[in-house]
């Protein structure tokens, strides 16, 4: 760099003025929305290098693809796992999207030894997955949008002024700090959800999608990969999933009849793909409940199938 003392005052003044104008007119990153599901306006949840954001679709097949693949079923569709409202409840998995100065609460967990103590920036109004009446997954979502930090919790239920939950766990998007190995997290796989979400504002207001998408299988093996950090099951079979293995959508599937939004959860798949993140039904993929989606729309999903995709090369498999 050259010593500014050196240069004539006029140059170094004409400089400064050049990197204020620079500086006014360049694009600020708009902050996300507050509340319910609300806009994250394209920040993207973790660095860009995050395993969530890594593009895949050129890394090398793993040499057991076909055996897994077959394993959650060849002939099974992919189902859209969100949407707009089922019996009268939000169909996803919900988020909500706090202020940094969001009084925070302390919570109860059954699984404390591997849950962040916290306490949780947890709002009036936030949502359970299944609604307050779900003896489902129960699972709320908050993302401190000042803070960069997302905070998750498992089977939480309101208990008087406080909280209780079965496990709950805390990530600094600003990282790419995993779980510790062996821990749960609010997802059976260690991992966080909400990165894994296909949202309304990415699929059809920006038209992108960004980072792999979270789904579900039945039978899992007893084993992890990176990302995830725990496992959920008692199978040695090496024909099941680990958690973390990630799928993509085969290139040569053809997605130009599909609807828009349609499309960009597809491309999204062929990019970023999805991984498995718990036990559940076969190929759901998850995504946060909206009502302007467009239910027929997604529903075409269900044209592919568990032959369109293949799985990617895993990394060091841990069985303990």
């Given at each position: 760099m050259k010593n500014l003392s050196r240069l004539p005052l006029w140059i170094v003044g004409v400089g400064a003025v050049a990197i204020s104008i620079l500086a006014r007119s360049a694009p600020q990153q708009k902050h996300a929305d507050l509340g319910v599901?609300?806009?994250?306006?394209?920040?993207?949840?973790?660095?860009?290098?995050?395993?969530?954001?890594?593009?895949?679709?050129?890394?090398?097949?793993?040499?057991?693809?076909?055996?897994?693949?077959?394993?959650?079923?060849?002939?099974?569709?992919?189902?859209?796992?969100?949407?707009?409202?089922?019996?009268?409840?939000?169909?996803?998995?919900?988020?909500?999207?706090?202020?940094?100065?969001?009084?925070?609460?302390?919570?109860?967990?059954?699984?404390?030894?591997?849950?962040?103590?916290?306490?949780?920036?947890?709002?009036?109004?936030?949502?359970?997955?299944g609604g307050e009446k779900s003896d489902g997954d129960r699972h709320v979502l908050m993302l401190d949008r000042d803070n960069w930090k997302l905070y998750e919790l498992y089977s939480a239920k309101r208990e008087g002024a406080g909280w209780k939950a079965g496990s709950g766990a805390i990530f600094d998007l600003k990282s790419n700090k995993q779980r510790p190995a062996g821990w749960t997290s609010a997802d059976a796989a260690g991992l966080p959800i909400l990165p894994g979400l296909a949202r309304y504002d990415e699929a059809v207001e920006q038209g992108e999608i960004a980072h792999a998408l979270r789904f579900t299988i039945v039978h899992s093996r007893r084993a992890y990969v990176s990302p995830a950090t725990h496992f959920a099951s008692h199978s040695a079979d090496l024909n099941l999933p680990p958690m973390g293995l990630r799928v993509r959508l085969k290139a040569k599937v053809d997605i130009s009849g599909f609807p828009k939004e349609a499309q960009v959860i597809l491309r999204a798949l062929k990019r970023y793909g999805m991984i498995v993140a718990d036990n559940g039904s076969d190929w759901y993929v998850s995504g946060a409940p909206d009502m302007r989606w467009n239910d027929d729309s997604l529903n075409t999903l269900k044209r592919i199938h568990g032959r369109d995709f293949e799985v990617v090369k895993m990394g060091d498999v841990v069985t303990k």
């Open positions: 599901g609300a806009s994250l306006h394209r920040n993207r949840i973790f660095p860009a290098d995050n395993a969530w954001n890594r593009d895949i679709s050129h890394d090398p097949l793993d040499p057991n693809s076909e055996r897994l693949i077959a394993s959650i079923g060849l002939q099974k569709p992919l189902h859209p796992d969100f949407g707009t409202a089922w019996n009268g409840v939000p169909m996803g998995i919900p988020y909500v999207v706090v202020a940094g100065n969001q009084p925070k609460i302390h919570v109860q967990f059954e699984y404390a030894d591997e849950s962040d103590p916290g306490p949780y920036p947890i709002p009036p109004n936030a949502p359970i997955e």
